[in-house]
Each structure stands twice: as structure tokens, then as C-alpha cells.
């Protein structure tokens, strides 16, 4: 193919997606992420981030950033190695390390950076041993920096293998785990996110924590859509599940409850962590986290461990949500995250739902295969701290008014 080609062959899979209906729109904001945004030239409810604690353009947040901006400058122009640390840098990684329960953490550009890192990191090295074979246990739905990662991984280390287990199905892990009792592996982990982001659903911690224990495997978690949700105070899936302190890696995101800005890390053992910052490879050659985004992001770990009532008004509007959108006459997927599904089965309902929801003043995003099974499409309603009941009370309300014009209810 030559260049001409390659871009008219681009072009036809672009028209392929829109006829397939699997383009992906972006709608312009107008204003700042808030519960309430500026969309073409309206206000909506937003039920489509990930700014669960509303930190996202917080007055302190904002006015840490700030100040990260003025004592410390913009940018970095550097990886760490070379002359990109700062005191803040390290003040972070500890914070988040407590936070988190684990001894010591390494702050990467993102999560998506540090899962890709944490595997390849870790399972390339031979360690001065022949003759053995790691191996990686990685549940079904993991998200999709766990997949790429576990696949770059074993690009670079062949003697990886990985295997997946069903989506929380820790019975299905152990007789794996057994199964493989025979095969020696050097290197075991057991990789899940804390909580799936299509369904809102928990990952079993305490029979994994089990599990790792008895088969002498370490356990991986990914706390993007937990840290700062769910616990009573914050700290994530562990918490909510009585296993704090009992992870053996964790990795998270500063991208969605914790600020929202960016920014990623890995916790863990300070031996796992300190080798981390040897051979991490998206740490070693890519840049330093920026200071505004530092700052801020420790602001917002001083919030949540100072104003315990930010993570009860999200647990609160979470229930609030929950129970009315089930009186409403909607199913939904049960639990207490704020990620709340509300299930629809076709994907054209769900489209044209989320349209109309979005001319009614609720900006909100559907789901459908192959993103999920078929006939299990679906809206994704994410409650933040930053509603207000009038909030959730509009978007109820606009939900039942769509929902009985395009049949979904009864009238
Ligand atoms: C959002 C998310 C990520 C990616 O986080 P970034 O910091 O935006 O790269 C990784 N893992 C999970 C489970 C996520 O939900």
C-alpha cells in the first residue's frame, strides 16, 4: 500500500465505524468539569465523568494548582533520573502510598503508563535463573491498560504466560491455581481492577487476598474508578471490602476522583518499588508529573483525609440515585459504587436515549456491544459529590420523561 492508499483505506474503516454505529462523538464542553457543564450553549447534569468527588475544579484544588504554578514553575523539561524530582514529587508518592496501604509508591504520567510499565518491568528480567516460566492470572474484564500490558509483557519476556480468569469468579481462579500447582512457576500475580467500570461491581479482594496468600502469588489491584469512592473514608475497594493494608501492589489514577487532572502510580514493597524506578521504562524515559498537577493532587488527598463529608455526600447521592432511578421504574445493575448502569438491552434505545436525555439537560453516555455483550446495552450513570439533589432530582425526572416517550416505561 502506498500513502494514498493507506489513507483511503483509513477512510473507509472510519465510515465503517459510523455505519456500524461504534464512532466515537466528542462533545465540546463549554465550561469547566463540574456537576453541571455548559453544552452547546445549555446547562446539563454531568453523569458521564469520573470526577466523583467533584475535585475536579475545586476552589482548593484550583487554588493548590496555583500555587504549584508559582512555586515551583510549569514544567519539568526532564524524567526523574535526570533532574526532574522535586520535594513535592516525593511528598506525593508517600501520601499515596499511605493512602493506599502499601510502604512506598513511584508516580508515573498515568495509569495506563504504570500498568504497561508494572508487567514488562517485572517479568523481562531473569534474575540470574534458567530454565523457568512466570506466569499471570488476569481477570476477564481487566481494563484494557492491564491487557496491554500483560501483551507488551509477554512480547518482551516469552517465558510469560498469561491466563484469564472469569470476571470475579475466584472458584475458577483456584482451580487454575491448582491446576497449575505442577507447572513450578516462577513469578505468580494475580491481577484485577478493584472495580469494573462497566458494571460498577467489586472485584472479590478478600478471597483473592486468600488466594495469593495460599498459592504464594502477589496481588495486583487497580484503584482508578475506587480511590477516593469507595471505604467509608476513601481508601478505596480494600477499605469498603475490610482488606486494607493487605494489597501487595496498587496501582491508581489521579485522573478521576483524586483531582481529575492526570497522572498515575504504582505501590507496593519499597524493594518492588525502588526496582521499579530502575527498569520502569515509561518512568525511565518519559517525563515527570508537573508540579501544578503535584500539588494539586496532594491538595486532594488533604481534602478527603480532612473532610471525611466529601466521600459521604457521594455514598449519599450514590444511594439517592440508586433507590430512585429503581422507583422510576429503570433496572440497574445493584451495588454501591457510583457507577450506576442503567440496563436498556438495545443499543439504538440506548443511543437515542442518551440524545434526548441530552436535550432534556442530562449529559449522559450509553454503552453497547462491543463494549458489552450484546443485548446488554446500557447508560452509564456516574453520581459525583458534586450533585445536587435538585441535580439528581432533574436528571430523575428527565429520565422518566424520555423513558415513557420512547416506550421504555409504561405511561
Ligand atoms: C481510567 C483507568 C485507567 C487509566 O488511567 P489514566 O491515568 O487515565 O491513564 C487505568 N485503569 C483503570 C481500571 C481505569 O479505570
Known amino acids: 500500500m502506498n500513502p494514498t492508499e493507506l489513507y483511503s483505506v483509513l477512510q473507509s474503516e472510519l465510515d465503517q465505524f459510523e455505519k456500524a454505529k461504534t464512532y466515537k462523538y466528542e462533545v465540546p464542553l463549554e465550561s469547566e468539569q463540574g456537576g453541571r457543564v455548559r453544552v452547546k450553549g445549555r446547562d446539563a447534569i454531568m453523569l458521564a465523568s469520573n470526577n466523583y468527588l467533584g475535585l475536579a475544579n475545586h476552589p482548593k484544588i484550583k487554588e493548590a494548582a496555583h500555587r504549584g504554578l508559582d ?152 484503584e482508578s474508578h475506587a480511590s477516593g469512592v469507595l471505604g467509608k473514608t476513601g481508601h478505596g475497594t480494600p477499605e469498603e471490602l475490610g482488606v486494607h493494608g493487605q494489597i501487595d501492589v496498587v496501582t491508581g489514577t489521579f485522573g478521576k476522583a483524586l483531582g481529575g487532572a492526570s497522572g498515575g502510580f504504582i505501590a507496593g514493597r519499597r524493594e518492588l518499588i525502588e526496582f521499579l524506578r530502575q527498569k520502569s521504562r515509561p518512568y525511565t524515559f518519559s517525563n515527570t508529573v508537573p508540579p501544578v498537577v503535584v500539588t494539586a493532587s496532594i491538595a486532594a488527598l488533604d481534602l478527603i483525609e480532612t473532610d471525611p463529608g466529601i466521600v459521604t455526600q457521594l455514598h449519599e447521592n450514590t444511594a439517592y440515585f440508586r433507590q430512585e432511578i429503581v422507583n422510576a421504574g429503570f433496572r440497574i445493575l445493584e451495588g454501591t459504587h457510583p457507577i450506576v448502569p442503567v440496563m436498556l438491552g438495545e443499543a439504538a434505545i440506548a443511543q437515542d436515549m442518551s440524545r434526548e436525555l441530552l436535550d432534556e439537560g442530562v449529559y449522559i453516555k450509553g454503552l453497547w456491544y462491543p463494549v458489552v455483550p450484546k443485548g446488554e446495552a446500557r447508560l452509564r450513570a456516574q453520581i459525583s459529590a458534586a450533585h445536587t439533589r435538585q441535580d439528581l432530582d432533574h436528571a430523575i425526572k428527565a429520565f422518566k420523561t424520555v423513558g415513557k416517550r420512547l416506550g421504555v416505561l409504561e405511561s
Not at 484494557?144 to 517465558?159: E, F, P, T, Y
Request: with cysteine.
Open 71 to 222: 512555586e515551583w514553575g510549569f514544567g519539568m523539561s526532564s524524567v526523574r533520573f535526570l533532574c526532574g524530582t522535586e520535594p513535592i514529587h516525593l511528598e506525593l508518592e508517600e501520601r499515596i502510598a499511605r493512602f493506599v496501604g502499601c510502604e512506598a509508591a513511584i508516580l508515573h504520567s498515568s495509569c495506563f503508563a504504570a500498568n504497561e510499565a508494572f508487567f514488562t518491568a517485572l517479568y523481562a528480567n531473569d534474575f540470574g535463573q534458567t530454565d523457568f516460566e512466570d506466569v499471570i492470572y488476569s481477570d476477564q474484564y481487566n481494563h484494557a491498560s492491564i491487557i496491554d500490558g500483560v501483551r507488551l509483557c509477554r512480547a518482551v519476556a516469552k517465558q510469560t504466560a498469561s491466563k484469564l480468569y472469569r470476571n470475579r469468579d475466584f472458584a475458577h481462579l483456584r482451580q487454575m491455581l491448582e491446576e497449575d500447582r505442577s507447572q513450578n512457576y516462577r513469578i505468580k500475580v494475580i491481577a484485577t481492577d478493584g472495580v469494573f467500570s462497566m458494571e460498577g461491581h467489586l472485584a472479590p479482594l478478600p478471597e483473592l487476598v486468600t488466594l495469593a496468600r495460599e498459592f504464594g502469588a502477589l496481588l495486583f489491584v487497580d
